[in-house]
């Protein structure tokens, strides 16, 4: 196979999020912790914990422009967010922290952006958004444990960017292609 060729065939597991600035992520790596007691299970590395926005998954790394074109010029303003209380879901042993009330301007961003790959013919999960960031996987979801009351989270989001997701050595590595502010 030619170089080009090989180029070419290369695949992409691409998502889009809010990543946490450093403060942001050192409380919720502290709220990690405090689950982890709980429930057990394998912490999300702080330095990948985020929140998805659409999840693009496996694509041609010849659509990465296309992609990357998508995010451009979206009329969003920041907005707050505030992660207020911790949950387990069973069918998928996925232990992570929730909003009670989902900024109309989140929303509104991941509407603008399935617009978007739509428009492009990109394909992307559309399975219902719920806005969530994952702190355990593998954890013991069983309702006899309560969730444990965490002081409330204040995220502002101002920017969003692209991650492309691969694994080295059986762990998450998430490279940041773009990055683009809000409002
Ligand atoms: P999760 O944390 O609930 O698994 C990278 O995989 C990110 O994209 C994760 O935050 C993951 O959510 C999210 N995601 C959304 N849909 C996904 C899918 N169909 N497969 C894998 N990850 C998905």
Same mark, same amino acid.
Request: glycine share 2%; hydrophobic share 45%; aromatic share 6%.
């Given at each position: 196979? =030619?170089?080009?060729?090989? $180029? =070419?065939?290369?695949?992409?597991?691409l998502f889009f999020a809010l990543w946490p600035d450093s403060p942001v992520r050192a409380e919720l790596d502290a709220?990690?912790?405090?689950?982890?007691?709980?429930?057990g299970g394998r912490r999300t590395r702080a330095d990948t914990i985020h929140l998805t926005l659409v999840f693009i998954g496996e694509i041609a790394s010849e659509r990465l422009g296309d992609v990357l074109a998508a995010a451009e010029g !979206?009329? $969003?303003?920041? /907005?707050?967010?505030? /992660?207020?209380?911790?949950?387990?879901?069973?069918?998928n042993r996925v232990a992570h922290l929730g909003v009670s009330r989902t900024p109309p301007a989140l929303s509104e961003l991941v509407r603008q952006l399935e617009a978007r790959l739509d428009a492009a013919a990109i394909p992307f999960d559309r399975r219902p958004y719920v806005p969530h960031i994952t702190l355990l996987r593998k954890a013991d979801c069983s309702a006899e444990?309560?969730?444990?009351?965490?002081?409330?989270?204040?995220?502002?989001?101002?920017? !969003? $960017?692209? $991650?492309?997701?691969?694994?080295?050595?059986?762990?998450?590595?998430?490279?940041?292609l773009g990055r683009w502010p809000l409002l």
């Open positions: 196979m =030619s170089d080009q060729q090989n $180029v =070419s065939a290369q695949r992409l597991r709220a990690a912790e405090k689950l982890h007691t709980l429930r !979206l009329a $969003v303003p920041k /907005f707050d967010l505030l /992660f207020d209380h911790a949950d387990c879901w069973r069918h444990k309560t969730n444990p009351a965490l002081a409330p989270i204040r995220w502002l989001a101002r920017d !969003l $960017v692209l $991650v492309n997701s691969s694994l080295r050595s059986g762990e998450a590595l998430y490279k940041q």
